[in-house]
Every structure is written in C-alpha cells, then in structure tokens.
T-cell receptor
C-alpha cells in the first residue's frame, strides 16, 4: 500500500544549524512527491515539489528512488522556519497522501 | 479573500449528533478534497470531488458523506458523532491534480 513515513514528530535545532526533515515513501509506480508547510496561524501551503527541482526559502529536497526517500534539507536554519512540515505523495488517479508531519522548532 | 473558505471555524456538539461542514473552493478550481487532521493520525484523506462527481475515496467512515454542488461548493456531513471524531477538518481545492490550496479548517469538538 502507498505510504508516507515521517519518522520524527519533533525536530529541534539551533539557529544556523543544518536541518534535515526525513521522509520515506512506499509506492509501486513513479512517485510525485511534495513538501507542504504550516506556519503558526497560517494555512497549510505548498513548499516545494520534486519535479520542479527548485530551492524555496533555502530548502531543497531530492528524490532518491533507491532509498525511497525525499528528505527536506536546509543548510542554515532560521527562526522563521519553525513550522509543521508534511511530506506528501501523489497517487495517480487519487489524492495526496500525507505523512504525519514533523514539527520543526528553531531556537536562538 | 478568493481563497478556500470553510465554515464554521469552530463547532462543539454532543455524541450522536450530526453536523455539516461547508467549503467554497478557490474561484476556477474544480476539485475539492476533504482531509481530517488529528493529533495521532496526521492528515488523513477522506474524499475528493471533481466538478460535482466523486473522484476518489480515502479513509472515510460510512457515517460520513460528502457532496459537491453545481456551484462547486462542497459539504461534508458527519453523523452519529463519536468522541473520536473530534478533529480539524480541512478542505482543499485545486484546478486539476496540481497544487492543493487549503482552507483554514473547521475544528470539531464532540463532547
């Protein structure tokens, strides 16, 4: 069955430290993966998608089909990065499946 | 605001009752999705509609039903409510199968 796993419920780092939010997926087809973010008191919104291969707010994510992973990385965390991050998998013909989310807390 | 709007924002009701949550998608978006967010389960996909037709079904209980009307707004009906149904219910819309745009959610508390 298709599944998205985010093993960490909470990740706490200091400002300026590197960040890696882990995401693993299981999917038999060709996956389309996304990262969504929810800042405090804001709506859930798209951060980036693997097909665009872009960097948003300093975040990047590379699809590793061998390890079935799509980890989100940022070399230097900022306090404004504190939020809930969801990894999501697009299943052909149906809707996005989300992981359980990881709360990122960046402190100074 | 031309984004996704959901009403009500908060709802408190008793076990056994029935409630209706309403969602208006972004202008031009034909797809509407419903998700349930609870502390231990994260975001669970419930159901998707596209231009009035059911497109996909997720972990939606039989006590729950939804529909999308000709004006593209959608309603999620939750009946015979149980304590475990307390959650944040999100609606999202998209043009097709692209980026999802989320509403602010309806927080349901069942006492």
């Amino acid at each position: 069955a298709q599944r998205v796993t985010q093993p960490e419920k909470l990740l706490s780092v200091f400002k300026g430290a590197p960040v890696e939010l882990k995401c693993n997926y299981s999917y038999s087809g060709s996956p389309e993966l996304f990262w969504y973010v929810q800042y405090s008191r804001q709506r859930l919104q798209l951060l980036l998608r693997h097909i665009s291969r872009e960097s948003i707010k300093g975040f990047t994510a590379d699809l590793n089909k061998g390890e079935t992973s799509f980890h989100l990385k940022k070399p230097f965390a900022q306090e404004e990065d504190s939020a809930m991050y969801y990894c999501a998998l697009n299943q052909a013909g149906t809707a996005l499946i989300f992981g359980k989310g990881t709360t990122l807390s960046v402190s100074s | 605001d031309s984004g996704v709007t959901q009403t009500p924002k908060h709802l408190i009701t008793a076990t056994g009752q029935r409630v209706t949550l309403r969602c208006s998608p972004r202008s031009g978006d034909l797809s509407v999705y419903w998700y349930q967010q609870s502390l231990d389960q994260g975001l669970q996909f419930l159901i998707q509609y596209y231009n009035g037709e059911e497109r996909a079904k997720g972990n939606i209980l039989e006590r729950f039903s939804a529909q999308q009307f000709p004006d593209l707004h959608s309603e999620l009906n939750l009946s015979s409510l149980e304590l475990g149904d307390s959650a944040l219910y999100f609606c999202a819309s998209s043009v097709g199968e692209g980026e999802l745009f989320f509403g602010e959610g309806s927080r349901l508390t069942v006492l």
